[in-house]
T-cell receptor, first 109, second 115 residues
Framework: RKEVEQDPGPFNVPEGATVAFNCTYS??????FFWYRQDCRKEPKLLMS???SGNEDGRFTAQLNRASQYISLLIRDSKLSDSATYLC??????????FGQGTTLQVKP | DTAVSQTPKYLVTQMGNDKSIKCEQN?????MYWYKQDSKKFLKIMFS???????INETVPNRFSPKSPDKAHLNLHINSLELGDSAVYFC??????????????FGQGTRLTVV
């Protein structure tokens, strides 16, 4: 079993839709959590950190449930430019980021 | 101007050859990493250096040898290349992931193809 699991998708949604991605992690010692975005044939870039209380950045909302070891990302009012792979990432504060496989989102006009 | 830069961007080589990938960061970070992204898109850490000192060495064949001449540079040398080494290799840096919510910045990747 992978330490960080995501549904690889693809998720195909129309512009303006709301879409949610989920991620589970297996190591309860995980301390820090992130969502990264990776465009096709590009490097991963930080989208947002995920805090226990949940956090929002514009159209993006991230939630963390430590008891269930579950992280989510909600994207509202999807734009064409949101099409990318979204990577769930955890860090045990050991200096090692553990990446999920990524969930591919395709937003259609 | 680029924060983390790695060269070359593309590398096509024959089995058995030795090749190097170079990485430099101008962010003043203490920690640098090499990640491998295979055809299934999983990003896996290979090595991590903190202030030129090796701190993470995952189960990587010893044909792969990282070298950090200073904290702004982390190069990756690969001996006797094999078909299975074909992947995208990403260099990254951060101020120190051990301190918690610290962003890692990635280079643009080196697409290695072994034929």
């Amino acid at each position: 079993r992978k330490e960080v699991e995501q549904d690889p998708g693809p998720f195909n949604v129309p512009e303006g839709a709301t879409v949610a991605f989920n991620c589970t992690y297996s190591n309860s010692a995980s301390q820090s959590f992130f969502w990264y975005r990776q465009d096709c044939r590009k490097e991963p870039k930080l989208l947002m950190s995920v805090y226990s209380s949940g956090n929002e950045d514009g159209r993006f909302t991230a939630q963390l449930n430590r008891a269930s070891q579950y992280i989510s990302l909600l994207i509202r009012d999807s734009k064409l430019s949101d099409s990318a792979t979204y990577l769930c990432v955890v860090n045990r504060n050991t200096g090692k980021l553990i990446f999920g496989q990524g969930t591919t989102l395709q937003v259609k006009p | 101007d680029t924060a983390v830069s790695q060269t070359p961007k593309y590398l096509v080589t024959q089995m058995g050859n030795d090749k190097s990938i170079k990485c430099e960061q101008n962010l003043g970070h203490d920690t640098m990493y090499w990640y491998k992204q295979d055809s299934k898109k999983f990003l896996k850490i290979m090595f991590s250096y903190n202030n030129k000192e090796l701190i993470i060495n995952e189960t990587v064949p010893n044909r792969f040898s990282p070298k950090s001449p200073d904290k702004a540079h982390l190069n990756l040398h690969i001996n006797s290349l094999e078909l299975g080494d074909s992947a995208v290799y990403f260099c990254a840096s951060s101020q120190g992931l051990r301190t918690g919510n610290t962003e890692a910045f990635f280079g643009q990747g080196t697409r290695l193809t072994v034929v």
